[in-house]
Every structure is written in C-alpha cells, then in structure tokens.
C-alpha cells in the first residue's frame, strides 16, 4: 500500500522536473536572442566619418583607429572649413575635407598644405608652401575673387587655379616701394626680381612704386618693368652708377 502512494508523488516530481527543463531551456533561447548585437551599419563618407591613411590611400575606419576625420563632404577644396589638413577626391564632383587626429596640422596658417588663406605662404606657381622652409614667394593676406577685393597691406595678387586671387604683402620675394633690386635676368621679369640691400655692389635701382600703368609712376623714376600679364607696372629709379638704365 505505501508503493501505491508512491507512484503520484513520483509521476508529479517527474513532470516538474521536465517542465522546469522547458522552462530553462526557453530562458537560454530568450536569453540568446537578447544577447545578439544587430549587425554594424556600413561606414560611410559623411561628415563626422573617421578615416586612416595608409602610404597613399585614404579608407574609412572605426574611429579608434583613425587618423583623421572628416569635417565636411563639399563640390572643391576650397569650400573646405579653413582649418582643413587634407582633401580626398570621392569622385562625382565631391571632395572629403579631413582634419587630422592629433599630430601634425599642415592645415593650420603657415604650415605648407590645406585651405590657402591669410598667414600662408606661397611658391610664385601659387603652390602652397611651409613657411618655416623659406622656399617661398609671397605672404597671403587674404583669398578673394579679384585683385580689387584684396586687404590693405596687400602688395601683389598672384592668380591661383580656379580664378581666385592670392593676396600678397610684403614679406618673401615680393618688392615694394622702397625695396632694392638686382638687374633682373629678363627685361619683363618682375617675379623674378631679386630683393638685396640698397648699399650693395648688387644693388640695380630702387623700387619707386606697382601701378597700372608707367604713367602713374612717381616722380624721380626714370624707367619700369611690365609684368608678364600686362597688367602691372614696377616703377624704378637707377641706383649708383646704374641709373638710366632700361
């Protein structure tokens, strides 16, 4: 009689342990499913996308491996944000603007690369260039449309790709008023006037003023170059045993 009185109790123990099994393994499952991460989204040229350069590529990359990231997507460099470090061409008339991740800033006014505006330096071709080097034509004092447009202070314009005007103040090999130069190579060879001290043996004439035409020239000159262009004039006045010259 005890064996029979067993028997329920057993048949209970045993569906509990059977539907605690289920149980369990439901919970695995369930908890499986909540432990799944969704798939990572494509990375993307955006702003805000981080990138890493390699030699001489440039790819996306998770941010804690970048390089650099990128500050706007645009149609061309120059309407990159100014503190720019490097471009990189997408195609279909886009250009990515990256600022580098700590490091070195060759965007940054005077360091040789990025967006050209006031502080850099440039090479006679208009080629941006570090101005620590000292391989350098002209200081920029500003970027605009025309040469009408430049700042005060501005001695040059120097044209640039794309129809923009460099503008130029004194430093470097650019001569202004006042200035003495050496007997240029060529008779229209402005830009390759060469600036040295008034009291040297060198010293050709002085610079007397950059018109428009040899007309304005201030008194006490006694003769000119015309630029390359035509469209300037630098007014000089023989210097020593060199005056009258051509």
Not at 134 to 143: I, K, P
Not at 160 to 177: E, I, S
Not at 196 to 222: K, L, N
Request: proline content about 6%; hydrophobic content about 35%.
């Amino acid at each position: 009689m005890t064996t029979y009185g067993l028997r329920p109790q057993i048949a209970g123990i045993t569906a509990g342990v059977v539907i605690a099994l289920v149980v369990g393994l439901g919970a695995v499952v369930a908890s499986g499913r909540e432990a799944a991460s969704p798939a990572p989204a494509p990375l993307a040229w955006a702003d805000g996308a981080c990138v890493r350069r390699t030699g001489t590529a440039v790819g996306l990359v998770l941010c804690d491996q970048a390089t650099g990231r990128v500050s706007r997507i645009t149609a061309r460099p120059p309407h990159c944000p100014s503190d720019t470090d490097e471009f990189v061409s997408l195609g279909s008339g886009r250009t990515a603007c990256v600022r580098n991740v700590g490091g070195r800033h060759p965007g940054d006014a005077g360091n040789g690369g990025g967006v050209l505006r006031a502080g850099d330096c440039v090479a006679m071709r208009g080629g941006e260039r570090p101005c620590a080097e000292g391989d350098w034509y002209g200081r920029v004092t500003g970027v605009t449309e025309t040469a009408r447009q430049c700042p005060l202070g501005t001695i040059e314009a120097l044209p640039l790709k794309g129809g923009q005007m460099a503008c130029l103040g004194k430093d470097g090999r650019v001569v202004a008023a006042g200035d003495c130069v050496e007997r240029p190579a060529l008779p229209t060879s402005v830009r390759l006037l060469v600036k040295v001290a008034c009291g040297s043996d060198r010293a050709w004439a002085r610079v007397t003023g950059r018109v428009e035409s040899p007309t304005r020239c201030a008194e006490g000159s006694d003769h000119y170059l015309r630029s390359l262009r035509g469209t300037e004039v630098i007014c000089l006045s023989g210097v020593g045993a060199t005056r009258g010259g051509p």
